[in-house]
């Protein structure tokens, strides 16, 4: 069993973030069943899921440019990310409390069904990703 404290080193947290974009455009697409007439997803299940793929993948590629870690408790939340992010980039802030809104709560949560907002969410998490992958150093 991995030790909760431990944190997890990725390789290379670019391309790891963007294999979780993938996957979740993946699943939507194959599963999300789309209404194409109306622009909606029919399963919010798949919504839901690809929703939390995405914020996964942001929060990865957050963890290994900021080293999010609050003592007080288990994990961070997302003000010790927005904290973090604040010191540094307001640009990214933005970025992030939008991504937040639409792939965790819209899409993660409630499972949104408009394609359109989706996409969106799709959109915020590559520009955080791009955003991030330029504050790594580069070997």
Not at 36 to 41: A, D, I, S, W
Not at 61 to 80: E, M, Y
Request: hydrophobic residues 35%; charged residues 30%; aromatic residues 8%.
């Amino acid at each position: 069993m991995k030790d909760s404290n431990t944190i997890e080193i990725i390789e290379d947290p670019v391309k790891e973030a963007r294999r979780y974009v993938q996957n979740a455009k993946d699943l939507l697409t194959e599963n999300g069943k789309l209404n194409t007439e109306l622009q909606l997803y029919e399963d919010r299940k798949y919504v839901r899921i690809a929703g939390n793929t995405l914020w996964n993948g942001v929060l990865l590629i957050l963890d290994a440019v900021f080293h999010v870690k609050n003592q007080q408790r288990k994990h961070p939340d997302v003000g010790d990310y927005r904290d973090a992010i604040a010191i540094r980039d307001k640009k990214l802030l933005s970025l992030f409390v939008s991504g937040y809104e639409v792939m965790h709560i819209y899409m993660g949560y409630d499972g949104g069904q408009s394609k359109a907002s989706c996409q969106e969410g799709f959109r915020l998490a590559n520009d955080i990703i791009d955003r991030c992958a330029a504050m790594l150093p580069t070997a």
